[in-house]
């Protein structure tokens, strides 16, 4: 802080952004530096100022769980609501890296806790895909749909399927999501669980009701798209 300090009355811009568009403020949230943030605020630095690609302060923060950096962004100004060139919310962020500290944070300042990107892709959709389940709970107690699809039909159980996440699967199913909801091509959870080879995943589903028999738009049943990967362990579960 002295130093941004003494830098600045020295005549140094307190605005002036790297070659990818990181201000000093930015980069301040991306570590988590409250002080300079602050300090850089009353020097007259902007607290909106994105990077390149639609990124602000406050999403660096809440990538990076800084909670009392997006508070003192948000105190200062910044929008909570802000999203990146491919509508990444700050919300978005901190669920596709599990910070629930933040996701709370960001709620209690007004943030949306639903807000897709611009492929339909929800923060709980993200939490799912990444298996941050408590990111999960913590966005459906702040009243976030577990069933919302992206824009190719893929729910958030689908996602978790997909990478095998099973207590994802579990936490989702116990807040009422759907387990057989299918995408657009009509490929199931059990489907992708079983397409990758997910067994722990496919015996979850099974037992949460998922169909092992149905086929995709293509006539593909889960155990074809097993046998076509080689996936010994699923064709056996299935």
């Not at 207590?167 to 992708?192: E, H, M, Q, R, S």
Request: hydrophobic residues 45%; charged residues 10%; proline residues 6%.
């Amino acid at each position: 802080v002295d130093a941004i300090k003494a830098l600045a009355a020295l005549g140094a811009s307190v605005n002036t952004p790297a070659n990818d568009g990181y201000t000093p403020v930015y980069v301040a949230a991306w570590r988590g530096h409250v002080g300079a943030i602050k300090a850089l605020a009353a020097l007259g630095a902007s607290v909106h100022t994105p990077a390149n690609k639609g990124s602000t302060p406050v999403c660096v923060a809440a990538i990076h769980g800084h909670v009392e950096a997006i508070k003192a962004l948000a105190a200062l100004g910044a929008s909570v609501h802000t999203p990146t060139n491919d509508g990444y919310t700050p919300v978005f962020n901190a669920a596709q890296n599990g910070h629930v500290d933040a996701i709370k944070a960001l709620a209690a300042l007004g943030a949306s806790v639903n807000s897709p990107t611009d492929h339909g892709c929800t923060p709980v959709l993200i939490a799912a895909t990444h298996g941050h389940v408590d990111a999960i709970k913590a966005l459906a107690a702040l009243g976030a749909s577990v069933h919302t699809p992206a824009d190719d039909g893929c729910t958030p159980v689908y996602a978790a399927a997909t990478h095998g996440h099973v207590g994802a699967i579990k936490a989702l199913a116990a807040l009422g999501a759907l387990v057989n909801t299918p995408t657009n091509d009509v490929c199931t959870p059990v489907y992708a669980a079983a397409q990758n080879g997910h067994v722990d995943a496919i015996k979850a589903l099974a037992a949460l009701g998922g169909s092992v028999h149905t086929p995709a738009n293509d006539g593909c049943t889960p155990v074809y798209a097993a046998a076509q990967n080689g996936h010994v362990g699923a064709i056996k579960a299935l």
